[in-house]
């Protein structure tokens, strides 16, 4: 604690000579204080991350000498894909993330208590950024209905549509595994299927049903078959 010492004089307002002088100590004494939570922290983790995968440190600063903030996650962590280190303020991933299912960040709550007083704490959003991590390609459903003129060769309109694939940055090898079994169809290294074959007659088949692989060129264990 810090004393201050103050001379207190009081002199009487008629006889200014009548005066009498005392000495008060008043002493500031120090109270508890809440902890505080650093502003804007941000954390990013990769969807494949395992359960126990430390993805950063909450900060909080406590202006009590000697103190040292407990943690909690209050809110935004229904999944339970989260945890804090009470003690320490680690996070860590506590579930399966999943990118797809959920790209859009995370807005978990955290609280910095008093060990001594829970009663005393501060509470602030910490941003989690999910990662995506590459699985392979992926073949666009929405993309797959394509339409060709039985006289595409005749009429020399062989062009029948394009495979989207996603990511679509990365290198792939196109195949048809099914459904060409008159070789009617080709498809390039880039995706597009044209005609290269006589046999298309909308009476006896109005519809074609092809399906196609797309393999990652540099692993083919990571493909997509539709």
Do not use: C
């Amino acid at each position: 604690p810090i004393s201050y010492g103050l001379t207190v004089q009081v002199t009487d307002a008629v006889d200014g000579t009548l005066t009498n002088q005392a000495i008060l100590t008043i002493t500031e004494s120090d109270v508890d204080e809440a902890p505080e939570i650093v502003d804007d922290q941000v954390f990013n983790v990769y969807e494949d991350k395992p359960v126990g995968y430390s993805i950063g440190t909450v900060e909080a600063t406590d202006v009590d000498a000697g103190d040292t903030p407990l943690f909690s996650i209050t809110a935004g962590n229904d999944d339970g894909l989260f945890d804090v280190n009470e003690t320490t303020g680690e996070l860590t991933v506590d579930g399966t993330l999943d990118y797809e299912a959920h790209p859009e960040d995370y807005y978990v709550k955290i609280r910095a208590f008093d060990a001594d007083d829970n009663t005393l704490y501060s509470e602030k959003d910490v941003r989690i950024n999910v990662m995506d991590v590459y699985e392979g390609p992926v073949i666009q459903e929405e993309y797959l209905d394509f339409s060709v003129s039985e006289k595409a060769i005749l009429w020399n309109s062989t062009d029948v549509g394009k495979i989207e694939v996603d990511p679509w940055e990365q290198n792939y090898v196109y195949s048809i595994v099914s459904g060409n079994n008159e070789n009617i169809f080709s498809i390039d290294d880039d995706g597009y299927i044209t005609v290269v074959g006589e046999g298309l007659d909308y009476e006896t088949t109005p519809i074609e049903t092809l399906t196609v692989r797309v393999e990652d060129a540099d692993d083919p264990t990571l493909f997509d078959e539709k």
